[in-house]
């Protein structure tokens, strides 16, 4: 990322609605609401698909606590009316289940012991907790609410039963050894076997098609402390539903696996029709507040891919017996705080091709970080390699050569290698190379989507925030390996999957970059004359170091209207993504929005190793990265979409943008407006700032007689400085006033 000379606006966080559209629900279509008000959940198929089974709390009708409803699915509508009561409307029942002959229900209840409902329990220390009620015990009943068969009878917790497609077996969870645990029995209650065994809380399971093989979710506590904590609640017949991920094991327990590992509570699993995959509820996305998002992972705990994104509630999600159908339960169109509701919805299968593979992206960001490219200075013999990589993989895609039958773009600049001299001595001659390909998909319109690839090498042009790193490897794993990785897969994405877009696509990456922008300035001063139909240019910088609190900055969505709401519309769950207006800022899409080409920008921001030799691969959050790039992927279909893109000028003029400096104070500004001066997030050796002894994590406040508040004014500032100046700087060190005499 190039910092030193590109004035960047503040970032604005913009908190918007949601809107009515969520496109990005690819997999579910005809969307349709089966029940209405009050708290209804845990919704099963019928053998045929043609009934449901569910869990109802609405004291709108009378019912205060959970009973257990049948709702024909055959209903001309759907309303209170539609559901059937088939529990005995006493005590609390769980987890209902239909048996083979779909004649009959199978469900928990605590009748037996009490008519009353029990009470739920309250939080402890503030942790949200579940009841394992010992009461509950697992009948049969039929369709008429008549109860014809008691299945469990011991002391303690007997629930989560399900039969399994074959009609041969049961399993449930049950307390029985100690502790919550699996169990199957025959379809008659005989023959009971336990299945797991280790110390925690096994259930939610249910059946793979094929009957062979159980999906379930577990807290199993690992540390001293967790484990007491587990044993302390489960003494009082309690448990904290907070940490538990999705497993899996054949009938009899053997080959237990673990699919996830997420973090938080990942639940409510159930097998894909293909029993390759697994549909479940999860919030490890989550930074704040509560947010449970469908997500579907393959068995081996790859290609996690996100299936909701609207409201705040997603789960139980199950299959039609056919596959064509989903049920789920979400608080979606809520007309009332904490109201959830059934939904069901057409089941649409997606294109493996187009999730982004965190192989892939490690593949690539491994290589071009390596020690092997030397840093990927322009110019350099790393650059020429990483080059050769890139055109390998598009050609390997079937990709076209962008113009004259190649993928390589060359030009030629001087760099500046000495910031005092006004005179061009110490300028070098240097030449780059941009690698760019075609996606032609015969379409009207045409997007970039770009990044650099070029980095600082062993800081032969000065740019190291590091003093003294002269010869040290600058590897640049994520400035920029992670963008190019993400172009690649992009790349990938839109070339191998099945659908061909209303849209061409250029996949471009730079080089020259960490020089001024160099190679997009190439590119861009003859795109028009080739591809006169550009609509936007995407560009990925530093897309690597997602960090804990998800932070993602989309840039440029005041150049065209209808930027804003498509972003903000298809984010990933659980990010907190900042939206900047401005089409200008520190990269390769300022090149692009300087010839009238609306422009986003894709940055998770700086850290202490930005341009330093400790940017290495190991730092990556592939996670992230992955995100990112299935975010790109959908944002690029959208504005893909849009029937009309007009480039909208932004605050910023150009000549702010790029101004023409004489001097440089050689620090590596944080764009963020943090309102009390600008931020140094790195300070360069050998330039004025290091001579001086600022250092990074400064807060620069003035530069002689210029107030400095943000970026603006310390760019405004520079620009009036000549060489040889002498300016008292003010800095804030850990809140302290500290004066520098600095001579640019």
């Known amino acids: 990322m190039f910092l030193s000379t590109v004035k960047k606006s503040s970032f604005v966080l913009l908190l918007m609605l949601s809107i009515a559209s969520f496109g990005q629900e690819k997999h579910l279509k005809n969307i349709k609401q089966l029940t209405f008000g009050g708290d209804n959940a845990e919704a099963y198929f019928s053998p045929k698909g043609d009934k449901l089974t569910l869990q109802v709390t609405n004291k709108a009708f009378g019912v205060s606590c959970d009973q257990i409803f049948m709702l024909d699915l055959q209903a001309q509508e759907f309303n209170e009316k539609s559901l059937q009561l088939v529990s005995t409307g006493k005590g609390r029942t769980t987890c209902s289940y239909y048996m083979p002959d779909g004649k009959h229900i199978l469900y928990a209840s605590t009748h037996a012991a009490d008519h009353a409902c029990p009470a739920p329990p309250k939080p402890i220390d503030g942790k949200y907790l579940w009841a394992i009620y010992p009461e509950f015990d697992i009948y049969i009943a039929d369709l008429k609410g008549n109860i014809t068969k008691q299945l469990t009878n011991t002391p303690g917790y007997d629930a989560e039963a399900v039969v399994s497609p074959d009609g041969k077996k049961i399993a449930f969870t049950s307390i029985r050894s100690g502790d919550l645990e699996l169990y199957t029995m025959d379809i008659d209650g005989s023959n009971l076997k336990q299945i797991t065994t280790g110390l925690g809380y096994d259930g939610g399971c249910f059946f793979s098609h094929d009957s062979k093989k159980l999906v379930f979710r577990s807290s199993r506590p690992k540390t001293e402390e967790a484990i007491k904590e587990y044993k302390d609640l489960l003494a009082q017949n309690l448990v904290a539903p907070s940490e538990m991920e999705i497993y899996t094991c054949n009938i009899d327990g053997s080959n237990l696996k673990q699919i996830t590992n997420l973090g938080k509570a990942n639940w409510a699993p159930f097998f894909h029709p293909s029993d390759q995959k697994i549909i479940f509820s999860s919030n490890h996305h989550s930074t704040r507040g509560y947010d449970f998002q469908l997500y579907m992972i393959d068995l081996n705990g790859e290609n996690l891919e996100q299936i909701t994104y609207q409201s705040e509630f997603n789960a139980f999600p199950m299959f039609s017996p056919d596959g064509k159908k989903l049920v789920f339960s979400s608080n979606r169109m809520q007309s009332k705080p904490r109201e959830t509701n059934v939904f069901i919805a057409d089941w649409v299968e ?92 015969k379409a009207a319109k045409t997007i970039v989507i770009g990044a650099h690839y070029d980095h600082l090498g062993l800081n032969e042009h000065n740019h190291s925030t590091k003093p003294n790193s002269h010869g040290e490897i600058h590897n640049g794993a994520d400035d920029n390996a992670s963008g190019v990785a993400g172009v690649l897969e992009l790349a990938r994405m839109f070339s191998q999957n099945k659908t061909k877009e209303n849209v061409n696509y250029i996949f471009a990456l730079f080089s020259g970059e960490e020089d001024g922008l160099i190679g997009s300035k190439h590119m861009a001063e003859t795109l028009k004359s ?23 900055v989309v840039g440029g969505v005041g150049t065209a209207p209808d930027f804003s709401a498509l972003v903000n519309k298809n984010k990933p769950a659980g990010f907190n993504v900042t939206l900047d207006n401005t089409g200008q800022g520190p990269s390769d899409h300022t090149s692009f929005y300087l010839k009238d080409i609306p422009v986003l920008y894709f940055f998770t921001g700086t850290h202490n190793d930005y341009h330093k030799p400790s940017d290495d691969e190991d730092k990556i959050n592939y996670y992230g990265v992955r995100n990112i790039v299935d975010y790109v992927f959908r944002v690029a279909n959208e504005v893909a979409s849009l029937e009309q893109i007009t480039f909208t000028k932004t605050a910023m003029n150009a000549e702010k943008v790029v101004p023409k400096y004489k001097v440089t104070l050689g620090i590596m500004p944080d764009y963020t407006d943090h309102g009390d001066g600008l931020h140094i997030d790195g300070v360069t050796d050998n330039r004025p700032a290091h001579a001086a002894g600022i250092l990074a994590g400064d807060v620069l406040v003035k530069i002689g007689d210029c107030d400095i508040k943000e970026v603006y004014s310390y760019m405004d500032c520079l620009a009036k400085l000549s060489v040889g100046d002498e300016k008292e700087v003010k800095v804030l060190r850990d809140g302290k006033p500290m004066t520098f005499k600095v001579k640019f």
């Open 350 to 441: 997606g294109d493996a091709a187009e999730l982004a593979q965190t192989k892939s992206l490690k593949k690539h960001i491994t290589y071009l970080s390596s020690d092997e490219l030397q840093g990927r200075l322009t110019g350099s013999i790393g650059e020429q390699k990483a080059a050769d990589y890139i055109a390998s993989q598009f050609k390997t895609m079937g990709l076209k050569p962008y113009a004259n039958n190649s993928f390589f773009q060359k030009f030629n600049y001087k760099v500046k290698l000495n910031p005092h001299a006004t005179d061009g001595s110490g300028d070098k001659a240097n030449n780059g190379t941009n690698v760019i390909a075609f996606l032609d998909n």
């Open 530 to 552: 080739l591809h006169p139909n550009v609509v936007t240019m995407i560009n990925m910088d530093m897309i690597g170091r997602l960090d804990k609190d998800k932070s993602l």
